[in-house]
């Protein structure tokens, strides 16, 4: 099958250099598309320069920053919109967060029949590197709370390494997805099953970022506590 990576940036010059050789060693079918919301520190230069040398990179660069959310809904649109007809599309962090050498595990799942695949930090036990404490009682909180609001039973509704066919991406109206921050992959993965899609968690290792700054902040952890009941409401209402 022939796929899309879609890695959303925001001053990653010192990953995107090291990560896009990793991602296309893992399938030759693999193409990566770099969402770039005009990072002060040159990563899209670095993702021009690596353009010349390799035409399975491509490269979407947006004015402003505008949300994680955003970058993949453009992403998702510049998939659709290819010659290239992909026939999946894969999210994943340009920090090294989600391992490289894991994407065919959810690749795998789509070929096993499933519409959606989900990498999972918490299928199995936990399996999260290089977090204190804190941090993984509020992301394990979170999903717990994700789900109650939601009525979707995945075990990682935040996580942000998943997969979805052509198919799940048309059908979804990317004009409606609202979410602008991580709350993105909570709406993504809840409206695909409600429409009936089938969705498969694998088991990921989630490692903290191994360069730059977390993007998350309060304002994002905010957003996230509305939008799950917007989510519901949504589907109670028909407007998934």
Known sequence: MKGLIIVPTYNESNNVKELIPEILKQDKNIDVLIVDDNSPDGTAK??????????RIHLLKRKKKAGLGKA?????KWA???KKHYEYVCEMDADFSHDPNEVHLLIE?????????????YIRGVRVLNWDLKRLFISLIGNFY?????????TDLTGGYNCYKRSVIETLNLDNISSSGYSFQIEMKAKAIYKGFKIKEVPIIFRDRFEGTTKMSGGIINEAL??????????????I
């Open 72 to 76: 993949y809904v453009a992403g998702f």
């Open 109 to 121: 799942a789509l070929e096993e029949g499933y519409d959606a695949s989900c990498g999972s930090r």
């Open 80 to 82: 659709l919109q290819s």
């Open 146 to 154: 994700a789900r109650f609001a939601t009525g979707i039973k995945l």
């Open 46 to 55: 670095i993702v021009e320069a690596m353009i010349k040398e390799e035409k």
């Open 226 to 239: 509305f939008k799950c009941w917007k989510i519901r409401l949504d589907k109670w209402l028909g407007r």
